[in-house]
């Protein structure tokens, strides 16, 4: 796990250099947002061309998954001020699953959680740094397919919740319409647009008229 | 990308982040004990950040710029969540789907 974030971590840190971000930008994003995914939306709508007010703000709807997530797993961190400041950060898509896996055993799970959420941070913002560096010297990092490893990674991370129909029907609904509108508007808009999926959660008209009682 | 929009980027972030534990422990306290959220705005909540996920997986996955992207990075995009499928690593979905794109470039497919 720490390789891949890694990885992925030095992929973010290379694009970012190569999409025109000055050398700190790619750290400070790391150091103070820490999401991996909306760190490469943000980066990628304004390598793209697009603005960065819906760069922002879509990177920010990305983002708002967390608050489900601290509500699930908000008591896993500990309940002290501090816990609850400092471990809100490294609130991550990783650290959760890895500590509702673990649910059962409070202890484990909170040990599970800092563990994962700290040596993630550690990782990610080194391989953010060696990524900065090296983008400068490689220049192009499609050469070697880093671009095609952060989708790879998104899509090992959700695979388990599209195992529910109602989820897959919704996310491939929002993808479809994602896909359509991306020619059309600026980048980042499309994204927030696929929220439409969630059209599919609505309980279906019943044809048949129910029979009276 | 200037410092302001990365300080804005970290602040809501980190404001989504702190609002999950704060609203938790209040509910918790309005209910005496185990609190937990009614079903149907768990599932809205969780699915959104999917469909927002998968949207974000398919537009990065096959387009470019607005345009198709070509076959190297869909196709390299493609082996990784075949792997993922077959229950590999994540390490091994990640190189791999990077190693596939980086491949087929090496040998001239866009």
Redesign the interface.
Known sequence: ?A??IA??GV?FGAIAVAG???WW?PS??SL????G??Q?????V?A??GG?VA??AG?????????????????I?G?GFLA??V???L?IDESVAFAMAQKNDPRRARAVFWFLGTMAFAVWNVGTVVGAAAGQVIGDP??????????????????P??KNP??RN???L??A???AA??FLP?GV???L??V??AA?LPTPKKKVEVPA | ???T??????A???A??????????RL?KAHGGEAE?PPRL??????????????????????D???FAGI??PA??L???LL??RKAP??V???????????L??LGVP
Do not use: K
């Open positions: 796990m390789g891949a990885v992925i992929s025109g971000l000055d930008m400070a994003l103070l947002v820490f999401a995914g909306s490469f939306m943000v980066v990628g304004v793209a061309g960065l760069a922002v990177a920010l709807l990305l983002n708002a998954r967390h608050l489900p997530f601290g509500l699930a797993v908000g008591d961190m309940r609850r400041a471990g809100s950060h609130l499609d050469a070697f397919g880093l671009d095609a490893a952060f989708p790879a990674g998104l899509l090992a991370l959700v695979l919740a599209l109602r989820t919704a996310a491939l929002g993808a319409v994602a896909l991306t020619p980048a499309p994204v927030l696929a929220l999926g969630l959660l | 990308m200037n410092l929009a990365i300080l804005i980027l970290a809501g972030t980190y989504f982040r702190l609002a999950g534990p704060l609203l938790r422990a918790a959220l768990t599932e809205l909540l969780s699915t959104a950040a999917t469909v927002l996920l998968v949207a974000l997986i398919a537009t990065a996955a096959l387009t710029g607005g345009r190297a990075l390299g995009v082996t990784g969540g993922a499928w994540f390490v979905v990640v190189l791999a789907a990077a190693l596939v794109a980086a491949g470039r090496a």
